[in-house]
């Protein structure tokens, strides 16, 4: 399979808590952007509970029938050096026009993704991806990724359940963490990784660099062995 180059770049506390809101708090919150902008990957993913928070209203889309469109598919409503990609499985986001969007979103759906939020995305003009029966197949998606929308490189910036899908694929080359001075420990909140299955074993890494900043955060970054 052809596949980007992929980087998962998270910032997270000393114990590997990635949560928004808590990271807001800590030092290291700049070197998070000029880090991500520093790794040149002009795409990137996101969840969907990320991207209803942060990209959209939060409103959710009622299709008025239930057939699912049940196979795999892409559509490319636009070249571009660089995508917005959000990872919404079964289709359930609403988007603002994406002629005003300052880069295009392109949406990753499975199959269970109903014919009407299809037609939706393509009279909005939003390119997407449809791979994967009842979940999304993460390998198949980024294959189309590489060979029809010519990504070369991106970023993962999602949530735990994703980062851990990735790496769990065997999908991911690079981890790239912004570590900010302070420690969470709410057992409640999300980690770097989660969801990977129980009998899986840890994966060795590579260190590639480090860099410490005046303000006690400090860049690390990785190579998958």
């Not at 993913?45 to 959710?60: D, F, H, L, N, W």
């Not at 197949?137 to 991106?154: G, P, S, Y």
């Amino acid at each position: 399979m052809s596949k980007p180059y992929i980087i998962c770049h998270m910032m997270m506390s000393v114990d590997g808590r990635i949560a928004c809101s808590m990271t807001a708090q800590l030092e290291g919150q700049n070197e998070y952007y000029s880090a991500l902008d520093a790794i040149d990957a002009p795409t990137r993913i996101s969840g969907r509970v990320t991207a209803a928070t942060e990209m959209t209203s939060g409103q959710t889309f009622q299709a008025k029938g239930a057939r699912a469109y049940g196979k795999n598919g892409f559509a490319k409503q636009t070249d571009a050096t660089g995508y917005n990609i959000v990872m919404d499985t079964n289709g359930t986001l609403l988007w603002e026009n994406e002629h005003e969007a300052p880069k295009p979103h392109l949406i990753i759906m499975s199959q269970k993704v109903s014919r009407d939020y299809i037609d939706y995305l393509n009279g909005q003009g939003i390119s997407w991806i449809v791979a994967g029966k009842d979940h999304i197949d993460l390998r198949k998606a980024m294959d189309i990724l590489a060979t029809e929308f010519h990504v070369k490189r991106l970023a993962i910036v999602g949530g735990g359940k994703i980062n851990g899908g990735f790496l769990d694929a065997g999908l991911i080359d690079e981890l790239s963490i912004l570590i900010g001075p302070g420690a969470d420990g709410r057992s409640t909140e999300p980690s770097l990784f989660d969801g990977r299955p129980a009998d899986r074993k840890p994966i060795a890494l590579k260190l590639k660099s480090t860099k410490a900043y005046p303000d006690e955060a400090v860049w690390l970054r990785y190579l998958i062995k």
